[in-house]
C-alpha cells in the first residue's frame, strides 16, 4: 500500500489558514485603526451635529464582516430598528439631532465586537497555521532521518 | 521532482478553493428577498355611486415587506390579485398599485380605493361570502383576514438598488 505523504497535507493546510488568518485579520484591523476612529471623531462633532452624524451613519450602514446586518437575535433588534430608523431619516432629508447620538453608537458597538470577533478568529487560523507549520517540518525531519 | 510538482498542485488547489469559497460569498450577497406576500391584508367594499351610475368602492389596506437588510426596492410595480379558491385560479379582480421605494426592514403601505362596476365586483363579493342584497343591506362588506389562497400579490417590475447608493445620492441630492 502506498504510503501517504503527510507533509504535503500540513503544508497545504498551514498555507490555507495563514491566508485566511491574513486576510481575516487584515479586514479587522483595517476597521480597528482606521474606520471606527473615524467614526468616533464624527460621533464626537458637537457643531455641524446633523452633517457629521448623517457621514458617521454612511460608514456605519456598511457592515463589518463579522457583524453584519442580515441575521439578528433579540438583542440584535435594537440594531434592526435603528437602521430602519435612520435609513428613512436619511432617505427623506430630516435632521438627526444630537439626541439620536445613543443609536449610532449601537451600530458602532456592533462594529467592534465585530472587527473583535474577526481579530480573535484571525488570531485562531494564525496559530492553526504555526500548528501545521511545525508538523510539517517535524514530518519532513523525521522523513530525511 | 515529481514530490515538488504535486505539492505546487496541492497549494494551487487549497488557493483555488479558498477563491471558490470567497466568490460563492460575493454571489450570496447579491441574492436578495423579494416580498411574495401580502402584510394583514384588510378588504372593503362598499356601495356608490360614480357620474349617476350604479358602482362599488373598494378599499385595499395593505403592505409589503422588504426584508433586505441592504437593498432598497425601487419603482415597483404590481397587483393585488382576487381570487376564488374553488374556481379555476383566473383572477377575480386585480388591483394595482406602485411604490416609488421600499427601503430595507420597512413595509411598504398600499392603500387603495378604486371604483367598480357590478359585473366586475360581484365575483369576488360572491367569493367573500357575501352577495349584492346582503352588501346593500349592510351598507358594506369588511374582511380583515382573508385567506392567501383568496389574495395573491403580484410583483410585475422594480429594481434592487444597494441601500448605501441610494443613501448616498440622497445626501448628494441635499448637498
Known sequence: ?145 | MNDKSNMSLKIMFSIRSIIVALASGVILVGCAKIPDRLVSPMIKIEPAVVENKEAYKIMVSTGIQNENSDVALVNVKGNINFYDHRSDGTALLSVPFDFLIVLPFDTGIIEIEKFYSENEIMPLVAALGSNKEKLLSEKGLERSFIDDTNIRLELSSYEKKHILDVLKERVNEKN
Open chain 1, 1 to 145: 500500500m502506498k504510503k501517504i505523504n503527510d507533509s504535503n497535507i500540513y503544508l497545504s493546510v498551514a498555507i490555507a489558514a495563514l491566508v485566511v488568518g491574513l486576510v481575516v485579520g487584515a479586514v479587522s484591523y483595517y476597521s480597528i485603526i482606521i474606520v471606527e476612529p473615524k467614526v468616533e471623531r464624527l460621533l464626537a462633532a458637537t457643531e455641524d451635529v446633523d452633517k457629521n452624524f448623517k457621514q458617521a451613519y454612511l460608514i456605519l450602514r456598511n457592515p463589518q464582516i463579522f457583524a453584519g446586518y442580515g441575521n439578528f437575535d433579540a438583542e440584535g433588534i435594537s440594531v434592526k430598528n435603528s437602521l430602519a430608523f435612520f435609513d428613512k431619516k436619511i432617505y427623506y432629508g430630516d435632521e438627526i439631532d444630537s439626541t439620536r447620538k445613543a443609536y449610532l453608537e449601537l451600530l458602532l458597538d456592533r462594529r467592534e465586537k465585530g472587527s473583535t470577533l474577526g481579530r480573535n478568529t484571525a488570531a485562531f487560523f494564525i496559530v492553526l497555521s504555526l500548528m501545521f507549520c511545525t508538523l510539517f517540518i517535524h514530518e519532513r525531519r523525521s522523513a530525511n532521518l
